[in-house]
């Protein structure tokens, strides 16, 4: 069976973050879609290991507050949030917040931006729009530096059909890492450094 490869990047964008011919024949086609589809499972689960795609979806989180907070985060299944106008809609205890009262806090956690918290004991629940959206023609809001990272490990898949050796360019100095044995992790996924780097910001923090 061939390769899905990616909803949000394609060969032509491969071959052209590469600087190379790849996608040029069918087998290489086929390579190419195999190693996008790698990356991108690899970006997804560097952002969070419980997440399983990064396709726009509608979420209702409804948690009860074991103390006062200002902050909510969002489960590890259901984000990230791109911005504050993917917030649909907060409810404390039944009552709808004014959307001045929020913010988007980072892509998981939304915060009152209002002077107040969420108390203990209250009920909240919190509409919002998680992933990237792709349109018909192609376009996404998928931020440029998730996008570079999924390139950037696709494009290491394609050089290293082993998912667990990684290797790293520094000015002249290369290195080649070879991370533990898949005995150890089955479900161990590597992504280079710089695409670690660019995920900065994106990636779920350990709570």
Do not use: C
């Not at 790698?38 to 103390?67: C, K, N, Y």
């Not at 259901?78 to 892509?107: C, F, M, Q």
């Not at 956690?109 to 998680?130: I, L, M, N, P, Q």
């Amino acid at each position: 069976m061939a390769a899905i490869g990616s909803k949000f990047v394609t060969v032509a964008d491969l071959a052209a973050h590469s600087q190379s011919s790849i996608g040029s024949d069918d087998v290489s086609q086929d390579q190419a879609n195999s190693a996008i589809e790698q990356g991108e499972l690899a970006v997804i689960s560097h952002i969070s290991p419980e997440l399983d795609t990064l396709l726009e979806r509608s979420v209702t989180l409804t948690a009860r507050m074991i103390r006062d907070k200002t902050i909510i985060e969002v489960n590890e299944t259901e984000g990230p949030i791109l911005n504050a106008s993917k917030i649909t809609s907060i409810k404390v205890d039944g009552i709808l917040l004014a959307a001045s009262a929020y913010a988007r806090s980072h892509a998981w956690a939304v915060a009152r931006s209002d002077g107040e918290e969420f108390g203990k004991g209250a009920v909240v629940e919190v509409v919002y729009t998680a992933g990237f959206s792709v349109e018909s023609d192609g376009s996404t809001n998928l931020p440029n530096r998730i996008r570079r990272a999924i390139l950037t490990t696709a494009a290491d898949h394609f050089a290293n059909p082993d998912p667990r050796t990684v290797r790293e360019k520094i000015g002249d100095w290369e290195k080649e890492n070879r991370e533990a044995d898949a005995q150890e992790d089955p479900t161990l996924t590597v992504i280079p450094l710089l695409a670690q780097q660019l995920l900065r910001g994106w990636r779920r923090p350990q709570i």
